[in-house]
């Protein structure tokens, strides 16, 4: 039994190895293609807003990536005010950082 308690004790330091705002960032992400899907695009304008302050497009690698899956939820919403952001993956900066 000690070998499982052990296993145990080891999932759950590794899995408070993420911060709250990371796991707090993925779950926003899923609430809001979830409003999509369900036609409540109200409800996605409010969790795009708190999106918008955990994503920074020059920010950490999970700031960047919350700044991309924000614009391409809000392209699958309006794609003329918000055109999916492949010219800035295409960009000279993206492409000297991968």
């Known amino acids: 039994m000690s070998p499982t ?3 145990m004790s ?3 330091s590794s899995s408070s190895g993420v911060s709250p705002a990371t796991s707090c ?10 409003a999509i899907s369900e036609g409540k695009i109200d409800v996605f304008n409010e969790i795009s807003t ?9 920010g950490n690698s ?3 990536l919350m700044e991309y899956m924000t614009l391409a939820l809000k392209s699958r919403v309006n794609r003329v005010e918000n055109p999916p952001p492949v010219t800035e993956l295409l960009s000279q900066e993206h492409g000297a950082a991968t």
């Open 25 to 34: 960032s993925k779950q926003t992400v899923i609430e809001a293609a979830s």
């Open 5 to 7: 308690s052990s296993s």
């Open 10 to 12: 080891t999932t759950s």
């Open 62 to 64: 999970e700031q960047r």
């Open 50 to 58: 708190r999106l918008a302050q955990a994503s920074n497009p020059k």
